[in-house]
């Protein structure tokens, strides 16, 4: 990927989180946020200023992501799906949105996001 691009970051576990960013930031792209909880996230997707959105999809407390894919699948906004395995996939809905597994590898990081965009609707 050629471009710099704003990325909000979900991610509930604060040196996950911090990696995340590192690897993002040594991309050259710009984490404008980073939410560790649903409610924060939400509120993140419906201010908008980010160009895609890299999700944990079990959040604090058990909380699933899922209604926060549906909030930006019904704004157009590009997210990737972060897990680290043993969960049930995505509603379908979701089934195309590119998944970044963990422990994240800075090598995945931009074919997610190039995936990620090419399926901006």
């Given at each position: 990927m050629d471009s710099k691009r704003?990325?909000?970051v979900v991610e509930d576990e604060p040196l996950i989180a911090m990696m995340l960013e590192d690897f993002l930031e040594?991309?050259?792209h710009e984490v404008v946020a980073t939410c560790d909880t649903l409610e924060a996230a939400l509120g993140?997707?419906?201010a908008g200023g980010f160009d895609v959105a890299?999700?944990?999809?079990?959040?604090k407390d058990g909380k699933r992501a899922w209604p926060l894919a549906d909030r930006l699948?019904?704004?157009g906004m590009p997210?990737?799906?972060?897990?680290?395995?043993h969960l049930d996939p995505p509603p379908a809905?979701?089934?195309?949105?590119?998944v970044l597994a963990k422990p994240y590898t800075i090598d995945a990081i931009?074919?997610?996001?190039?995936?990620?965009l090419a399926l901006r609707t």
């Open positions: 704003s990325i909000l040594s991309l050259g993140h997707a419906e890299i999700v944990d999809v079990q959040l699948a019904d704004r997210f990737i799906l972060a897990t680290g395995g809905r979701h089934a195309a949105a590119p931009e074919p997610a996001l190039a995936q990620a």
